[in-house]
């Protein structure tokens, strides 16, 4: 049940890239049980040679909303016509178009869709994957698409950790009355969830065309009674306070940041939160106001990057093409967004077993058709990966 992995140069993601060359890597089970010098390696383990390439933790995409119904391919269109995001939102399309279809599907049609999605994802390097339910919004639609996370992690070798959205738009029901919402379908939603054991952390939008910090505070303080972690859409396309909320949850991850203040930024790097930049959304949306990377980086806030794969900001499955946008349209370097996919990522889902190279973590490995990491980054659209490792299982 052991194998030694030679011929590769390791990027261990420990301080930095924490590269290895001319490296080995010993997986027993499902672990790491060793890695470091090809000539330190341990002797007598079936061995398998990979020629020189470059390894790299599994990838982990810290931030998805796979299961859904439908695309918005005419909501593309017409913002290419000149409609704003959030005009479109207003005017009942956008996240409320695809909550129509999710609604009309069934646990196995969401299933059916989102697999490709999925498919894609593992194709490109991802081993751990974080799935948001949130185009349901009543309780019977929510369990349906965290169910439907569920069993996509049951059909596919990859860790799939499972996100409660209800608070992600108000339903045509509900307009006007967002804090019913909260109380009649949110928090209700959230707990049955719970009990059926669907949810690994709890995630709110935080904004002007969702929901404001008072809501949003309501739904995580209940959240937080049921020992769950939170995690939030802030300050995505307006400054409402999201993160300096997040950071008194103590919260896993506040995501987008476009709009970040210093007192948010402060905020979080005292509490620990992870920022998970989604480079992806700042593309589509044709943003302007990229996150405040620098300010980030010089307060030591730890920088997760994610796909945000959606079907309005964000129809993106690749790690490695976030990888690269978050470089080059935000500023982020090769060695913060790899550090973004792979050990950000674990901590921004509150996951210690994995995100590196190293003794005891999960034997979740990418091995890339690249020397050095800095080519994942540098190369746009690339099919660079050569053969994954989940669980460790080739
Ligand atoms: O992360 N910002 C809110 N939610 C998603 C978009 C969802 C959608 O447009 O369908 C996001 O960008
Ligand atoms: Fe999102």
Request: with cysteine; net charge negative.
């Amino acid at each position: 049940m052991a194998i030694l992995l030679t011929g590769i140069t390791a990027a261990t993601m420990t301080g930095g890239y924490g590269l290895i060359p001319d490296a080995a890597l010993l997986i027993e089970g499902d672990r790491i049980a060793w890695t470091g010098p090809r000539s330190d390696a341990p002797k007598g383990h079936e061995t398998l040679d990979f020629k020189g390439r470059l390894v790299t933790p599994g990838l982990i995409d810290a931030h998805t909303h796979i299961v859904f119904a439908g695309n918005r391919a005419a909501e593309f269109e017409r913002r290419l016509q000149g409609a704003s995001y959030e005009e479109i939102a207003r005017a009942g399309g956008g996240i409320l178009s695809t909550v129509t279809a999710t609604r009309a599907a069934t646990e196995d049609d969401l299933i059916a869709q989102a697999l490709p999605r999925l498919d894609a994802m593992i194709a490109q390097g991802t081993t751990t994957v974080e799935i948001k339910s949130g185009y349901g919004l009543t309780i019977a639609d929510e369990l349906k698409m965290l169910r439907a996370a569920r069993r996509l992690g049951q059909l596919r070798p990859v860790t799939v950790t499972a996100t409660h959205l209800a608070a992600h738009a108000i339903p045509p029901e509900y307009k006007g009355n967002p804090d019913a919402y909260i109380d009649d379908v949110a928090i209700p939603s959230l707990r049955a969830a719970h009990a059926e054991g669907l949810v690994d952390a709890v995630d709110a939008f935080c904004e002007t065309i969702a929901f404001t910090p008072a809501q949003v505070d309501r739904l995580f303080t209940a959240a937080r009674a049921l020992g769950l972690r939170v995690k939030l859409h802030a300050e995505q396309l307006s400054d409402l306070g999201g993160a300096q909320l997040a950071a008194r949850h103590a919260a896993l991850s506040a995501d987008h940041l476009e709009h970040l203040s210093p007192e948010g930024i402060a905020d979080m790097a005292r509490a620990g939160t992870v920022a998970t930049i989604l480079p992806g959304a700042y593309y589509t949306l044709r943003d302007t106001t990229p996150p405040p990377i620098a300010a980030l980086r010089a307060a030591g806030v730890p920088m997760a990057v994610a796909t945000d794969c959606n079907p309005g900001s964000s129809p993106m499955t690749s790690l490695p093409l976030a990888m690269n946008m978050a470089c080059t349209l935000l500023r982020m370097t090769p060695e913060e967004a790899l550090l973004g996919t792979t050990t950000h990522a674990a901590r921004a889902l509150g996951l210690t077993d994995r995100g590196t190279l190293a003794p005891g973590q999960r034997a979740d490995i990418a091995i890339w058709d690249a020397g050095h990491p800095a080519e994942l980054s540098y190369r746009i659209g690339a099919e660079a990966l050569h053969k994954s490792i989940i669980g460790g299982r080739l």
